[in-house]
């Protein structure tokens, strides 16, 4: 291959890939049905329904988003799991960290051509957030912002881990 023509090659994959991440982070994709096990409350208990919120406003958490107590009061299974850390810090090096930045601030390359900045994963009104609500807050996106619903991309495991490495951001 001609270096020029290599040029050129390399440069329109980059720039695909690019796109690829970008478009992931300003989807504005609606929240999607939750799993059976996104459901189950604490101790194994039923949630209700996504599609239809029966919860009354003050059943949700205050400040978490709208989470509903049930998604908030789910524990992270993985809790003190430096297996469960490490794997999320690669995923969250693949699929957040483009918006979000290499250290959580809301820095990232993709961060000024969203509509709002993407949030400090460091500050109070993240790290106050119960580990469920993290996690329904992964899973179902957050809308009318960039954040999209992750369930489609990572499995639960995967965004139980992303929770367990999002937690070392408190350490700062």
Request: glycine content about 12%; some cysteine.
């Amino acid at each position: 291959m001609h270096p020029q023509s290599r040029k050129k090659y390399v440069a329109i994959v980059g720039l695909a890939i690019f796109s690829i991440l970008i478009s992931a982070c300003a989807s504005g994709s609606d929240p999607v049905e939750p799993t059976a096990a996104q459901e189950v409350g604490p101790a194994g208990g039923e949630g209700g329904e996504h599609g239809e919120d029966e919860h009354e406003p003050e059943e949700h958490m205050e400040g978490a988003h709208d989470v509903p107590d049930v998604a908030a009061a789910v524990p992270n299974p993985f809790v003190g799991d430096e297996e469960s850390v490490a794997a999320g810090a690669r995923l969250y090096a693949t699929n957040c960290a483009i918006c979000h930045g290499e250290t959580g601030e809301g820095d990232g390359p993709a961060a000024p051509g969203l509509d709002m900045p993407p949030s400090d994963l460091h500050e109070g009104h993240v790290q106050e957030n119960s580990d469920g609500a993290l996690f329904y807050i992964i899973s179902h996106g957050k809308p009318d912002t960039p954040m999209p619903a992750w369930d489609n991309v990572l499995d639960e495991d995967e965004r139980w881990h992303v929770v367990s490495f999002l937690r070392t951001f408190q350490e700062d």
